[in-house]
Every structure is written in structure tokens, then in C-alpha cells.
């Protein structure tokens, strides 16, 4: 019978060998299911198709094409990515809402004599609590915010944290942006949704009876919006700061963003997205230095002169309490190291 998901929690709990996602390519693109593998039954086209005879035709003909297109679909993914399933192969199945899709490929697979399944509402019903979780209920554990100036290390911090044994939530990484007009990376950032599932699986899977250390933000990483309850949770959170003089902040900057300090056009183009901030002369002064290669000279400036005046006016706008302040000489890794070692031994404190 369909599996009735109520947490997010329960996706663990299923006990199925994989998790197949059978709505078009462009669906599973948007957001999917964590681990789900895509076999569309129809493609974008097929579908936009179907849709169409189904208002424009008659239900009955657009039925009867895509039980074709499904049947025809579900041959070829028998004969190339299932091929090699074993006989007790437990697979699971869901469309957009637990209908005619993912019933009509889970029959085919119960015909082979597999032990097939379908989840009750499909994605539907998953991104509802997904929504649910992130949007109506309270953060589920304290938060303890990461912060610092740019080019203090802290996501490099976080990270080590948590290696360490701190329970942490890695954003930028989940959003796929470091968060500033240089934020982009590799890949581009996953959609709203996508982001929305990968915090919402990390949120269920957090100890309520722990706090969880997260990076300062604002409201945005990117084109990427924080939901309501993490960043209510976030803006009263107390705080540890990381501190480092502006020499080492610079240099730890053009080693963190390499490849965009190496990159000149790229460089260029993202200084003159600052120029509605900033006067002509100082826009073409940091375009010079990018040009000819006084790459550490212009994060010094980028720092003193952008980024260090802009979070002293968001942090005006609220005094958290700050539980600690970790002022480090340089950011080498030994001193990175030492400072995730002790921001551990404050989570631990503060648990």
C-alpha cells in the first residue's frame, strides 16, 4: 500500500533499496526528493502534450496517449537503468501527486515481480512538510550564529566545527553561494525548493537538545531567501565573533576566491556591479588594481572601504549578545584550527 510520510524524518525509516522520481526531467530538475533517481514515464514534451489533448481534446484520448507514452517510457528504462536489478529489488515511486504516473510505472515493476511501492501524495505531499517545517513550526534547536567580518574565515571555521563534533548547518554551501557580490560558484545556485528540501532534511535530522552553529547572513545568500523560522531564530541568536587584522583578512581572501582573483574579466565585471554604491573614481581605481594584478591591495580596500562599513550598519540595526570574541593574529590554518577547536568547546558549553 503508499507510504504515508508525516515528518521528514520518516524518508530514513523507508525501508526501500531506491527511490525513483518518475515526473518529467524539468520537475526532478527543480527539486526532488533526496536520493531519488529520475526515469521520467513522460518527458517535458509528452507531458506538455498530454496536457493539451486532455483540455483541448477529451480526458478519455489523453489518457489513452499516455498510457502509450508511459508504457513505451517504462520499457526503455526497464531495458537501460533497471536492467541489472536483482530480483528482490524494493523500489519506490512517486510523481507530483501520487497519481496515474508513479501508479501506472509501479504496476509495470510489480508485474516484473518486484516489490514496488508508491508514496501517498507524491512530491506533493513531501513539499508540504518540507514547507510545513520551514515556514509554520519554530526552529527545532538553539541557534548560535557565526559571525565576523568578511574574510574571517567563518565558513572555513564552521566547517572544521563540525568536524570536531559540533552540530552545524553549512548555508552557503546548501545555497551554493559565499554570500557578497563574489558569492558565485561553480554549478550556480539549486532553485528555491532545492534549497528549501536540502535545509529542511538537515533540520529534521538535528538534536533538539543541541545547538546548531550557523554562519551570519543577511535574509539573502544569493537569489536564495532564508525561511521565516531559521532566520527569526538567527536574528536573536547569540553570537561568537571571529576577529583578524586587515592584512590577514585580505590575503585569506584572494586565497579563498583564487578563481576569481585569477580571472581579470571576472574580476572586472563583478567590481562594476558595485558601482551604484560607490563613486566613479573609487569603481576605476579598484578596476586598476584588479587589471594590473594588486589583487591583496584591493581586498584590503574592498574591506575597508565596502564590506567592514556595510556589516556595521546591518549590525547596528540589533545588539545580539555575543557569547565570546576569538581574536586571531593571523588565518593561517594552525590559527583556523584552534579557533573551530574553541568555538566547538563554546557550542558544547552552550548545550
Avoid at 526528493?33 to 514515464?41: K, R
Avoid at 486532455?54 to 489518457?63: E, K, N, T
Avoid at 526503455?76 to 533497471?82: G, S
Wanted: charged fraction near 25%; aromatic fraction near 6%; proline fraction near 6%.
Amino acid at each position: 500500500m503508499p507510504q504515508t510520510l508525516r515528518h521528514l524524518s520518516d524518508l530514513n525509516a523507508l525501508k526501500f533499496d531506491t527511490v525513483i522520481d518518475v515526473r518529467s526531467p524539468s520537475e526532478y530538475a527543480e527539486d526532488h526528493i533526496p536520493g531519488a533517481i529520475s526515469l521520467p514515464v513522460l518527458s517535458d514534451a509528452e507531458r506538455a502534450e498530454v496536457g493539451t489533448i486532455y483540455v483541448q481534446d477529451s480526458p478519455f484520448m489523453a489518457r489513452k496517449i499516455g498510457a502509450a507514452l508511459v508504457a513505451r517510457n517504462a520499457a526503455h528504462h526497464l531495458e537501460t537503468a533497471l536492467a541489472d536489478r536483482p530480483k528482490g529489488f524494493t523500489p519506490l515511486v512517486y510523481c507530483w501527486r501520487g497519481g496515474q504516473r508513479s501508479g501506472s510505472f509501479a504496476l509495470i515493476l510489480k508485474q516484473v515481480g518486484w516489490q514496488a511501492d508508491t508514496i501517498e501524495g507524491g512530491y506533493r505531499a513531501f513539499r508540504r512538510l518540507v514547507k510545513s517545517a520551514l515556514y509554520d513550526d519554530p526552529w527545532p534547536c538553539p541557534v548560535v550564529v557565526l559571525d565576523g567580518n568578511t574574510g574571517t574565515a567563518k565558513t572555513d571555521i564552521l566547517k572544521r566545527a563540525g568536524q570536531m563534533g559540533a552540530q552545524v548547518l553549512d548555508l552557503e554551501g546548501m545555497a551554493n553561494h559565499r554570500g557578497s557580490v563574489f558569492g558565485p560558484m561553480a554549478g550556480g545556485q539549486p532553485s528555491q525548493k532545492a534549497f528549501e528540501t536540502r535545509l529542511g532534511m538537515a533540520a529534521a535530522a538535528l538534536d533538539p537538545a543541541r545547538p546548531v552553529l550557523v554562519e551570519a547572513e543577511s535574509t539573502k545568500i544569493g537569489d536564495i531567501n532564508l525561511p521565516p523560522s531559521l532566520w527569526a531564530a538567527m536574528k536573536t541568536a547569540p553570537r561568537v565573533v571571529i576577529e583578524a587584522p586587515i592584512a590577514a583578512r585580505a590575503g585569506y581572501l584572494v586565497s579563498a576566491y583564487a578563481e576569481i582573483a585569477a580571472d581579470r574579466g571576472a574580476l572586472a565585471e563583478t567590481i562594476a556591479r558595485l558601482s551604484t554604491m560607490h563613486s566613479a573614481d573609487r569603481i576605476a581605481a579598484w578596476d586598476k588594481m584588479a587589471q594590473t594584478g594588486s589583487v591583496v591591495d584591493l581586498a584590503a580596500e574592498l574591506i575597508t572601504d565596502h564590506y567592514d562599513p556595510r556589516y556595521r550598519r546591518q549590525r547596528a540595526r540589533h545588539t545580539p549578545e555575543v557569547i565570546t570574541s576569538i581574536a586571531l593574529p593571523d588565518l593561517s590554518e594552525v590559527q583556523r584550527a584552534e579557533a573551530a577547536a574553541r568555538v566547538a568547546e563554546v557550542l558544547a558549553r552552550s548545550g
